[in-house]
């Protein structure tokens, strides 16, 4: 394997590791053994538990703003042919089909708690930025309607982290909130649970 492959390989494991653990519960030895790598070949590639972090916030971010930028494409394709062009239901769509990937967004969101630590907490506010920025400029929204998108983001997000689609069957108030806040999408986060 190539040192590229092995390195996106680590990431991918610290995504989901850092996604289900946090920042202070990972250890660069959970990331190793959920990478199938040993610790010190982790730390040779990106020093410390923090610049691995960095990383993968990093990687989350770009993935994040490739799959909008995706669907904007697609958005202007669906103009040209004269259908509708709706940015934000395309874009929300793009980050909905993200959900399958529980360790990334949840790997961003912890990045965000951490906004008092001068190293991650600017980081993670720098991209915080970029998604919105992204939505304002090249997205075209008004700032109500990222507002909205946001907003609606981190509660599927805070969804996702709670496992509320375990609650789906057994408790009244989680049916209506998941079939409220996911009318469209809720067969597909019902089926990423275990």
Known sequence: MKADERRELVLRA???????RGYVGTTTDAVAKAAGVSQPY?????????????AVLERALERLLMA?????????????????????????????????DRGLLLSLMHGFILGSDPEIGARARA???????????????????VHS????????????????????????????????????KLDFLLSLEP
């Open 68 to 100: 909008f930028r995706t669907a904007l494409a697609g958005d202007a394709d669906a103009v040209t042919a004269g259908e509708p062009g709706e940015s934000h239901h395309r874009i929300g769509a793009a980050y909905a089909e993200l959900l399958s």
């Open 42 to 54: 982790v730390v040779r590639i990106f020093g410390t538990k923090e610049a691995l972090f960095l």
């Open 149 to 184: 998108f946001l907003a609606e983001g981190m509660l599927l997000n805070t969804l996702v982290g709670l496992r509320m689609a375990a609650d789906y069957d057994r408790d009244p108030a989680a049916r209506e909130l998941l079939d409220t806040a996911l009318p469209t």
């Open 14 to 20: 610290a995504t989901q590791v850092f996604g289900e």
């Open 127 to 145: 991209g915080f930025l970029q998604v919105y920025r992204f939505l304002r400029e090249e997205a075209g929204m008004s700032p109500d309607e």
